[in-house]
């Protein structure tokens, strides 16, 4: 952050520009829109399945912003939409005794 600061400064390393580092520091941050905190995926290291089911845990699913891979330039809150969307396609359509999924009938 250091070096970003003193790079993008015009006026210099004065007292005023020591204080606007700090600043930037203390409360530069993710702004609470953390995502890719539960990894998806088929291997062992993976938290939820393509599914969106937990692994390991019966009738327990991840439906947020913590499935995403990576960061989407806009807002969250759009993708996290459109997880639950696509959930709602999904869940209703699981098979109550076996753990694999029964495809969805076609819309019409």
């Known amino acids: 952050m250091a070096d970003t600061c ?5 006026r ?3 007292p005023r520009d020591r204080g606007q580092e700090r600043g930037l520091t203390r409360h ?3 702004h609470w829109h953390m995502t890719g905190t539960a990894r998806m995926g ?8 393509p599914g969106l089911a937990v692994q390991g ?7 947020d912003a913590s499935v995403m891979p990576t960061i ?5 809150h759009a993708t996290t939409i459109a997880i639950a969307e696509r959930a709602a396609e999904l ?10 999924w029964v495809p969805a009938a076609p819309r019409t």
């Not at 989407?72 to 969250?76: E, F, K, M, S, V």
């Open 57 to 63: 845990v019966g009738n327990l699913f991840v439906v």
């Open 72 to 76: 989407p330039r806009a807002n969250t």
């Open 12 to 14: 210099g390393r004065g």
């Open 28 to 30: 530069a941050g993710p």
């Open 42 to 49: 088929s291997g062992a290291l993976s938290v939820v399945d």
């Open 91 to 100: 869940l209703p359509w699981r098979s109550r005794d076996s753990r694999q």
């Open 6 to 10: 003193a790079r993008t400064s015009r």
